[in-house]
């Protein structure tokens, strides 16, 4: 099992910055490979950004490629998505999701979700 919390998210205007967290516990969290996927209102969940256990491979999606960055801490059981120059097309909410069992970009691929965190993005 793995217990994941975000944390993180919050109202900016277009332009702006913030960055996601994720704590991780229970199964070794530096064993899995993470992902963020989010849901806008009326949407379906979508994939955003995936990372390999060791941090050594990155996954984005097209419209967040260039302006998020995921990374991870695994001496901290920590998961990151710094977001730059955010649009309000980015408001959702976000999840973090661990262990794939295979397809990084699928949402049914992962055993492990958080309950989310609002990313609210003001023209």
């Known amino acids: 099992q793995v217990q994941l919390v975000e944390s993180g998210g919050g109202l900016v205007q277009a332009g702006g910055s913030l960055r996601l967290s994720c704590a991780a516990s229970?199964?070794?969290?530096?064993?899995?490979?993470m992902g963020w996927f989010r849901r806008a209102p009326g949407k379906e969940r979508e994939f955003v950004a995936a990372?390999?256990?060791?941090?050594?491979?990155?996954y984005y999606a097209d419209s967040v490629k260039g302006r998020f960055t995921i990374s991870r801490d695994n001496a901290k059981n920590t998961l990151y998505l710094q977001m730059n120059s955010l649009k309000p097309e980015d408001t959702a909410v976000y999840y973090c999701?661990?262990?794939?069992?295979?397809?990084?970009?699928?949402?049914?691929?992962?055993?492990?979700w958080g309950q989310g965190t609002q990313v609210t993005v003001s023209s």
């Open positions: 999701a661990a262990d794939p069992s295979g397809n990084y970009y699928s949402d049914q691929s992962y055993d492990y």
């Open positions: 990372i390999t256990w060791s941090g050594g491979s990155t």
């Open positions: 229970g199964r070794t969290f530096s064993s899995v490979a």
